[in-house]
């Protein structure tokens, strides 16, 4: 079963488009022209139960006008979506309970309070019987070893350790879709190993489904199968991440280094670049490994080093960004 069905979705905004300088402004003021901006465009796709998805884009591309869509925020100008089911804009109430959200920039918690108070508000909130909660707080607490700082002001804590309380305000009501909105934004390397341990081990645990937009590549890497890639308000890219780097990038290159100048030619590898005893060559992925061209070149000549170049993945992301539909 799919957690989250979207259907031609679209959302569009009316503006006021202003002259310049004075003249301008006057006109602008009297007799103002209206400009339709649409910010998603057409887009459709599926999330199974259970997926940890990469929802990416460049700034402005769309992508969280459509999560806002997705968690009831903003209604849709046409298109439908449908979380387990149940469409956010129409019973929101309902969705909002299946819900758990994110955003890295915007807390959830109560400034003023204790952490552990601010759990307790939100149990309140959404109703939570004392003993999902004390055990979805016991989870949440081996996991993210929240323990240490519960009894912590939340305008006391560390960015981290903000994080870390908001991703348990978020799955104290055992939510089956969480969204992610830049998750691991300004943390340090032990902050953000903390926030994919989690999101790892949610879903692996309960089986949530997580829908995550970041501009870390790392956290696509670690955590992330397949991408949703949005520009300019359409999907410009939609499937594995392994099949999307080879379909962008389908060669890699071998850097190989002999003991003297005498190099080696093979028909299956193009050679790019020479340095002395240093070549480099290009190889499709689809007609040799890089293992199999080692061992080829290795038959042929003495060599005293090689390393095989993998195509860096902000290098696929940026190259996915220019495509357009």
């Known amino acids: 079963m799919d957690a989250i069905t979207v259907k031609h979705l679209t959302k569009e905004y009316r503006l006021t488009k202003k002259g310049t300088g004075l003249t301008g402004a006057v006109r602008s003021l009297i007799r103002p022209q209206k400009v339709t901006l649409r910010a998603v465009d057409d887009i459709s796709f599926s999330i199974p139960e259970g997926e940890i998805t990469a929802f990416i884009g460049p700034n402005g591309a769309g992508k969280s006008t459509t999560v806002k869509m997705m968690c009831g925020i903003l209604k849709p100008t046409g298109g439908e979506i449908l979380i387990h089911g149940k ?3 129409k019973e929101r109430t309902q969705v909002v309970q299946s819900l758990g959200v994110v955003f890295g920039q915007r807390t959830q918690l109560a400034w003023d309070l204790r952490l552990g108070e601010s759990f307790e508000l939100m149990k309140h909130i959404y109703q939570i019987d004392r003993g999902m909660y004390e055990e979805n707080l016991k989870i949440m607490d081996e ?11 939340v305008r006391q804590l560390s960015l981290g350790q903000r994080m870390r309380g908001d991703l348990v305000a978020a799955m104290l009501h055992s939510p089956k879709v969480l969204f992610l909105d830049e998750p691991t934004i300004g943390l340090d390397v032990e902050g953000k190993y903390a926030i994919r341990k989690f999101i790892k081990e949610i879903n692996r645990q309960k089986g949530t489904t997580v829908i995550l937009t970041t501009h870390d590549l790392g956290d696509i ?37 002999y003991y003297d100048e005498n190099y080696v030619q093979h028909d299956k590898a193009q050679i790019i670049g020479r340095n002395k005893n240093i070549v480099t060559y290009q190889f499709r992925k689809s007609k040799i490994t890089g293992a199999g061209l080692i061992c080829d070149i290795s038959d042929r000549a003495k060599i005293k080093d090689a390393t095989i170049q993998e195509t860096k993945i902000d290098d696929i992301i940026r190259i996915a960004y220019g495509r357009e539909c």
């Open 221 to 257: 890497e670690q955590l992330c199968k397949r991408l949703i890639i949005i520009n300019k308000g359409k999907i410009v890219e939609d499937g594995a991440l392994d099949e999307l780097i080879d379909r962008i990038a389908p060669c890699k290159n071998l850097v190989v280094e």
């Open 87 to 89: 469409n956010p804009a």
């Open 143 to 153: 996991i993210l070893d929240i323990s240490q700082f519960i009894d912590t002001p």
